[in-house]
C-alpha cells in the first residue's frame, strides 16, 4: 500500500512537469490541466497542417469511391474564391444530385459529400478529372451546366 504522501508527491511532480512542458503560468491543478488540453489541440493543428502541406505539394487531391449508384467524393485544397460554387456546378453539371455534404474551409478546404446519379451513368475517373480541371480554372467546364460561370 501506498501512503497519500507518497501518492501527493508523484501527482506534485507530474503537475510541475506538465506545467513546464505546455509551458503554462497557471498555479491551480484544473488551470494546468486546461493549459495542456490546449497545448495538445494547438499542437493537433500543427500536425493538420503539416500533413497538408506535405501531401498536397500540388494543393488539390480529389479521391472518388463509387458506392451503389452513387459517389463518395473527398476533396482537400488550399482556400480558393467560390471553390463550394464550382464544385457543386460541377455536380449538377455531370447529373449529380449531391445527397449529403461536409465542408471544413477553416485553414484550407475540405469537403466530403456523397452524391447520386440523376440519369446516365458516370465515371469514377471523369469525375474525378472533371473537378479538378474546375477547381484548378475557378469555373465550371461542362457544357449545359446551369451555373452562371459556366
Same mark, same amino acid.
Given at each position: 500500500?501506498?501512503?497519500?504522501?507518497?501518492?501527493? *508527491?508523484?501527482?506534485?511532480?507530474?503537475?510541475?512537469?506538465?506545467?513546464?512542458?505546455?509551458?503554462?503560468?497557471?498555479?491551480?491543478? *484544473?488551470?494546468?490541466?486546461?493549459?495542456?488540453?490546449?497545448?495538445?489541440?494547438?499542437?493537433?493543428?500543427?500536425?493538420?497542417?503539416?500533413?497538408?502541406?506535405?501531401?498536397?505539394?500540388?494543393?488539390?487531391?480529389?479521391? *472518388?469511391?463509387?458506392?451503389?449508384?452513387?459517389?463518395?467524393?473527398?476533396?482537400?485544397?488550399?482556400?480558393?474564391?467560390?471553390?463550394?460554387? *464550382?464544385?457543386?456546378?460541377?455536380?449538377?453539371?455531370?447529373?449529380?444530385?449531391?445527397?449529403?455534404?461536409?465542408?471544413?474551409?477553416?485553414?484550407?478546404?475540405?469537403?466530403?459529400?456523397?452524391?447520386?446519379?440523376?440519369?446516365?451513368?458516370?465515371?469514377?475517373?471523369?469525375?474525378?478529372?472533371?473537378?479538378?480541371?474546375?477547381?484548378?480554372?475557378?469555373?465550371?467546364?461542362?457544357?449545359?451546366?446551369?451555373?452562371?460561370?459556366?
Amino acid at each position: 500500500m501506498v501512503c497519500k504522501s507518497h501518492q501527493k *508527491t508523484v501527482i506534485y511532480q507530474n503537475l510541475r512537469a506538465l506545467r513546464s512542458i505546455t509551458k503554462s503560468s497557471s498555479v491551480k491543478e *484544473t488551470a494546468i490541466i486546461l493549459d495542456a488540453v490546449r497545448y495538445i489541440w494547438e499542437l493537433k493543428m500543427k500536425v493538420e497542417r503539416l500533413y497538408l502541406q506535405l501531401h498536397l505539394s500540388d494543393p488539390l487531391e480529389v479521391r *472518388t469511391e463509387r458506392i451503389g449508384k452513387g459517389f463518395l467524393v473527398r476533396l482537400w485544397s488550399l482556400k480558393r474564391d467560390n471553390l463550394l460554387v *464550382t464544385i457543386l456546378e460541377t455536380f449538377e453539371g455531370l447529373g449529380l444530385n449531391v445527397l449529403q455534404a461536409r465542408v471544413s474551409s477553416k485553414d484550407y478546404f475540405y469537403m466530403e459529400a456523397f452524391c447520386v446519379e440523376q440519369g446516365e451513368r458516370v465515371e469514377g475517373h471523369v469525375l474525378k478529372q472533371t473537378v479538378i480541371e474546375a477547381v484548378k480554372s475557378g469555373k465550371c467546364k461542362i457544357t449545359g451546366c446551369m451555373g452562371v460561370d459556366c
